[in-house]
């Protein structure tokens, strides 16, 4: 019990990973120097490149940069919309909307590989993911969220839900912040899916950002 609180005092008590973070809309100059910073904090179990408009031939080379990173500090990464691009890349994972595609072949094209999918406040939608084999379920939006400002609304009630019936892990989204994130782990959640937070922050750089989840 005491080298247990000195090692919390000392700072070397491994943190919960449970931070799924996403990229920001726009890749700059600095991002991969502050990925690096945050990932280094080793909150992060996953970190999803979500691009919207990229061309394939930079989305590719933006993706080898960011495996680099991931890999060093043991981080699964997982490529947003496209399976094939994410089985092509050799990415750890690749995440699902429902309008993104076929999941049965979404399946079939990554393997072994990590398949999570979008179902937003649906016990339906949830129920079809598992029938896919999917390895992860994502409910949200929770809050007002500026990714997605139009996004189809959840509540806690669907999460409570999951964790009775749904025997996989449940990543949360959607306007989460330092203040809100522990109704929904304590709800079930067992992942906080984050990016405003960190990379849109008018008052932390992303490397102190994401200290405020643990």
């Known amino acids: 019990m005491v ?14 990973r449970l931070v799924y973070l996403i990229s920001p809309n726009k890749i700059d100059k600095n991002f991969y120097s502050n990925l690096d910073k945050v990932l280094s904090y080793k909150n992060v179990k996953f970190f999803q490149l979500r691009l919207k408009n990229v061309k ?12 680099n990173i991931t890999f060093k500090h043991q981080v699964k990464f997982i490529l947003n919309d496209n399976f094939i691009l ?10 699902m909307g429902q309008l993104d595609g076929s999941f049965g072949l979404a399946r079939k094209k ?10 937003h406040n649906s016990k339906t939608l949830a129920k079809n993911a598992m029938n896919y084999n999917a390895d992860y379920v994502a409910f949200g939006s929770f809050f007002k969220s500026k990714l997605k400002p139009k996004a189809k609304k959840a509540n806690l009630s669907i999460l409570r839900w999951a964790k009775k019936e749904i025997n996989k892990p449940v990543v949360v989204i959607g306007g989460i912040n330092d203040l809100n994130y522990k109704k929904l782990i304590n709800a079930g959640a067992k992942y906080i899916a984050i990016s405003s937070f960190i990379w849109d922050n008018p008052k932390l750089k992303p490397e102190f950002a994401i200290r405020k989840f643990k």
Do not use: Y
């Open 56 to 67: 394939k031939n930079s989305l590719i080379n933006i993706s080898k940069k960011i495996k």
């Open 110 to 119: 990554l393997k072994k590989k990590l398949l999570g999918v979008t179902c």
């Open 86 to 95: 994410a089985s092509k890349i050799r990415t750890d994972g690749c995440h």
């Open 3 to 16: 080298r247990r609180i000195r090692e919390r005092v000392c700072g070397l008590v491994p943190l919960r």
